[in-house]
């Protein structure tokens, strides 16, 4: 059963309004939508991004059980060309990212995520764009690869397997899950107790082949001139990499930023757009019990300011 993780947190984290506007970009299986949609009144109002194609299913359903809900299959990246198109933009009240993978699709062993299920070598959130895992694989060079597998697995001994993966492909290409995650197993000279050999590695390929830290990039800045004022923007990583961007965005936002926004005022003119809201928080040990997920889990929260050139107090921020 799909179990959405720092759930309580994030809700407090969004402050929701009973008649506020909300985007879930991230639907996965709904948790995190059906106990925002449990907050708001009739007048609220809930639309949800997703590029998988059976968690736009799931958001459909209930899409069809709920009129203040709304479903839209794409990718986050495009969050604020579908908010002008639902002429939301600046009127945002709480914006949510859950990142990374889902339960649902790791359970799912023909989607390619896990290395415990025998599936095809896929790893794409989109099984209709791009190129899946097996394709890359049968023709990236060994020093990419292993480039790959350290920068976005930080995974100590990539070139070794990089070289592994490389020599077995010249045999016979990669079509199956177990099938490379045996040839990392081999390759792999020790790790940690408790951890499969190939959890680095299998993270890596999927952050490369779904572009998922140059998607955060770009989406980021667009929660800005999303956000009305006051709205919450609600970050749940689970990688140190999409945890850095995070943090880095909302302190750049909190001290005028270098991002750039798309608004009709230079950015050197802009007082500072965002405030954290306290410092990371992370789950507990009985979460952790619960839901192994939640070990790696950092949620962070930010408030957006007024973009204004009266002084502060003129604003009513402070």
Known sequence: MHQSVLLEASLEGLNIQPAGLYVDATFGRGGHSQAILARLNPQGRLLALDQDPEAVAAGQALAAQDARF??????????????QQQQWLGKVNGILFDLGVSSPQLDNGERGFSFLRDGALDMRMNPSQGQSVAQWLATVKEEALANVLFQYGDERHSRRIAKAIVSRRAQQPFNHTLDLAEVIRAAHPRWPKGKHPATQSFQAMRIFINRELEQL??????????????????????????????????????????YPLDLPIPLQQLNRTLRPM?????????????????????????????????PRAQCGIE
Do not use: W, Y
């Open 278 to 310: 306290g410092k990371a928080i992370r789950a507990d040990d009985a979460q952790q019990r619960k839901n192994p997920r939640a070990r790696s889990a950092v949620l962070r929260i930010a408030e957006r300011l007024c973009v204004c050139f009266l």
């Open 70 to 83: 709304q479903m839209v299959h794409t990718g986050f990246e495009h969050l604020n060309a579908v908010l």
């Open 217 to 258: 990039a770009n989406v980021l800045p667009q929660t800005v001139a999303a956000l009305a004022m006051g709205g919450r923007l609600v970050v749940i990583s689970f990688h140190s990499l999409e945890d850095r961007q995070v943090k880095r965005f909302i302190r750049q936002q909190s001290q005028g930023g270098d």
